[in-house]
Every structure is written in C-alpha cells, then in structure tokens.
C-alpha cells in the first residue's frame, strides 16, 4: 500500500467515525405519525435535535397549519433562543421548552380546532434552518358500523366510517365464534363462515378507546336446533300434564272406593 493509498484510508476512516462531518443539523419528532389526540386531552409533540460540534442552535420554532385548505395559513405557537427557557410567543393553552437536544411541545385541552401540521424548526448560527413535520389529528370515536354479506365466498364483511384505530369482535348469537361457524380475518374485519347453511344472528363489535359500536346481519333462524330444542320442551310439558291428570284420576277412584265401602258398612251395621 503507498503512501496516498493510506492518507486515503485515513481520510475515509475519519469521515465514517463522524458521519455527518462538520454540518449536521437534524430534527425528528418522536411520535407515530399521524398522532391521534382525544378532545379535552393534552397534545405533547417532542422533538430530538442533533448537531455536530461546531453547530449551535440559534432558534427553535413551532408553527402549525390546516391540513387541507386552498391557501393554508401558518400560526407560530412559540419561538424559543437555543439553549434558553424563555420562549415568546406562546398562547395560553401551549407550553413549550427548549433543551439540549430535546424540544417539547405541549397543549393542553385539545380541541378540533388545534388539529394540522405541525412544523418545528431548528435554525443554526450561520441561519440555515432544519424543519420536521408532523400531522396531528383528532381521534375520533367510532362510527355507522355496518355488516354485508359476500354471498360468492361465504362471508361477512364489517365497515366502519371514519373511527381512529378500530378493533373487530365477531359474535354469533351473543356467544364467541368458533371454529365450527367460521374464521375471523387477521384484520378483524371479514368473517369466513364455514357452518352450513349460515344460519342465526351475526354481530360485529368495533370499540376504540372512545367506546363502542355494533351491527348485526340476520340470517335464517337456525331451525333444526329449534325445532329440536321446541319439540322437547313440549313433549316434556305433555308428559307432565297427562301425569298430573292420571295422578289425580287414581287418587279420585281410590277416594270413591273408600267413601262406598264406608258407606256399605255404615248401612250393613244399620240393617242389623
Ligand atoms: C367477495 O370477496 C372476494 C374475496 O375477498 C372479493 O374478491 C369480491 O370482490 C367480493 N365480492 C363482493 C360482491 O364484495
């Protein structure tokens, strides 16, 4: 190896252990995206801030705008000096702070109205700004739930509008499915019935965290089961009756016997 070849390696070597050189500004929000706020609860958006060495964070800011909209305008909730805990700007219900590496947004009392795209912006000393964005919506509780039968391929399919994170229960007549009426989807959603001919009450349950909701498809009632179970019932009662009636016929006879032997002796006594 020469000795270029080697200045080379080193080079290459310096460069791999500090990837991002002298100029690496960057900005992630740490939340799934887009966030879910309940209404009435509080939205907390953190964001993690890197830079190399010779970076110093001049400025924080938080903007938000409508998600959708012709001409979508842009609210700054707050700025904040690098490194300082005095932010201005900030509205009564936000809060917002500026560490090391770390930046918080918080607003408390969520209302529709603070849904959009969030925007925080890191600006360094030289002035070159770093922005990351995040969607923030309401969550939403769960709505028009409804069930459809696919007749080609046996099964039922379960709809939910527009609820946030919507978990599927099936029910057949009030009781857990089985593997004998059918397979639930991994999904949740769709139903594949394999009991023959489907028969009964199927009901989908959709919950979230706000609540719950349910459909129900109706098939056939599920009639050999109950007749079966009707039959039964009736000839038990039957049974019962025509007991009831022999047991009071018997002890009827038995009565009237004893009564005219009674009688026969009271009269064979008066003859004599
Ligand atoms: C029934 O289900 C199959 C398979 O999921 C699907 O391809 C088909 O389009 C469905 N039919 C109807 C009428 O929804």
Redo the contacts with the bound molecule.
Sequence with gaps: MDRQNFLCWRVALLLLLMPCGLQCMSVHILSEQPVHVIPGSALVLKARIEHGPLEEVSTVTWEREPETGIAPTRVTLATCPGNSFKCVGTRPKVRVNVEQQETTLQINEYSRADGGVYTVTVTDHTGAKTPAQCIVREYEAVNHVSVSI?V??S?LVCGEAWGTDPRFYWLHERATITKTVGNVSPDGATLSVTMTPICGHFTCVVSNKLGYSSATYTAAPCETEGRGTTAAIVCLVLLLLFGGVLAFLLWWYSNAHRQRQAQSQISFQAML
């Design positions: 696919n080609s391929h099964s």
